[in-house]
């Protein structure tokens, strides 16, 4: 059942479309009677995945690194993506389908961990988390617009440094650690 929250929408226009994301402009009407307007982002669906492996016994998290345009600077991140020509695939399969994308991983085991919002204030996009264990190696197949990410497999104790001293500052690939720590599962 969805909650309206008391607002109520009194025109929707597209004001800009690409193949990756809509750009919503809204005039709303505040529960407090206030006429407002509103900006919103459509995107589609995503996926986040921990690859947890182990190499001599300890925990490994197998990161990219990417430039990323909007910000200006290469970012540490887990493996994640969107299937933009697909929107109705399933997130199971997208999630196999990045993870071995981006770092040619594949997985005996994809367990869906939970669901994220990525910027709820001004955003749709809805993101599926996954972790990735009983992984085996092959080649990354990586897109066009991909060329520049690199892969990086590191110790779990690593991974929680960097994510320690802000060396990972993602926040998608934050959210998905802290929701897979709470459930116990790393």
């Known amino acids: ?3 309206d929250g008391g ?3 009194l025109s929707s ?11 919503r402009e809204d005039i709303i009407r505040r529960p407090n009677g206030q006429d407002g307007l509103y900006g919103v982002v459509e995107r589609g669906e995503f996926v986040v995945i921990l690859p947890l492996g182990q190499v001599d016994g300890e925990p490994t998290v197998t990161l990219i690194n990417q430039f990323r345009y909007p910000v200006g600077r290469r970012m540490w991140e887990l493996p994640m993506g969107m299937w933009e020509t697909r929107p109705d695939a399933n997130p199971d399969e997208v999630a196999a389908g990045e993870l071995r994308e981006e770092t040619g991983l594949i997985a005996d085991r994809m367990t869906h961990v939970g669901v994220l919002y990525q ?8 993101g599926h988390v996954y972790l990735a264990t009983g992984l085996t190696q092959g080649p990354a197949e990586l897109e066009a617009t991909e060329q ?3 892969r990086h ?6 991974f ?3 994510l320690r001293d802000n060396v990972i500052t993602c926040m998608v690939s934050i959210a998905a650690f802290a929701l897979i720590r709470s459930r116990g599962l790393v």
């Open 1 to 3: 059942m969805s909650d």
């Open 7 to 9: 607002y109520l929408t």
């Open 13 to 23: 226009r597209i004001a800009y479309e690409n193949p990756w994301t809509k750009m």
């Open 119 to 126: 910027g709820a204030g001004y955003s749709t996009q809805r």
């Open 148 to 150: 520049d990410i690199t």
């Open 153 to 158: 497999t590191i110790s779990l104790v690593q």
């Open 160 to 162: 929680e440094e960097m």
